[in-house]
């Protein structure tokens, strides 16, 4: 008997260690799904450049995620692509905090959304888009010059008044910058 009741025990403990094992799998795929989602999410990047006034200094930011959902039907794009604000980088810690605190109210307005809808696309090439812009509460009409690579490969360009999204003019001992702000997206769209 006793022996018996060792025997079950002992294939009891590996039951549970293949039940744990084959559970801490399904977890790991699980996150794996996620993780492979969200990169696949990221679309492209998102750069500004904003001229000093007087004109002696360049503030630029880069390296801000774009993610989004979009539609190629028939030569024409329609979509909606959101810059996640907290990821934009100008190389200065300061800046990238007065950036966001200050300016651009991240915490209230974690991203910027540009919705397009049935832009006529060429094979390659330059062409035109007109969209609307969600930034900082206020949704605004823009538009600007795009360019095609590889039929894949956008790079877009637009600029913004910041006066109509409500966003302060940077100031700093004086030196300020100038009203409009240039915008590139670069995104890669299937």
């Known amino acids: 008997m006793k022996f018996f009741l060792f ?8 039951a549970y260690s293949y039940s744990t094992q084959a559970l801490n799998e399904y977890e790991m795929n699980k996150v794996m799904d996620k993780i492979s989602k969200a990169e696949a ?5 998102a750069s500004f ?3 000093g006034n007087p004109g002696l200094l360049t503030i630029s930011g880069e390296k801000g995620d774009v993610t989004g959902k979009y539609q190629r039907t028939d030569g024409k794009l329609s979509g909606s692509f959101d810059l996640i604000l907290n990821t934009l980088q100008t190389g200065m810690d300061l800046r990238d905090k007065h950036m966001r605190e200050k300016y651009l109210e991240t915490k209230k307005f974690p991203k910027t959304t540009l919705t397009v809808e049935n832009v006529l696309i060429p094979k390659e090439g330059y062409f035109k ?3 609307k812009l969600l930034l900082h509460g206020k949704n605004n009409p823009v538009a600007g010059d795009c360019l095609l690579k590889d039929a894949i490969k956008f790079e877009c360009k637009f600029k913004i008044l910041l006066s109509d999204y409500a966003i302060p003019i940077p100031e700093w ?3 300020t ?3 409009d702000v240039s ?8």
């Open 183 to 190: 915008l590139t997206i670069a995104l890669i769209l299937k």
């Open 49 to 51: 450049e904003a001229i």
């Open 177 to 179: 910058i100038a009203k």
């Open 7 to 14: 025997l079950v025990c002992i294939l009891s403990a590996d």
């Open 173 to 175: 001992k004086g030196v």
């Open 41 to 45: 999410s990221k679309l492209g990047e």
């Open 129 to 131: 888009f007109a969209g």
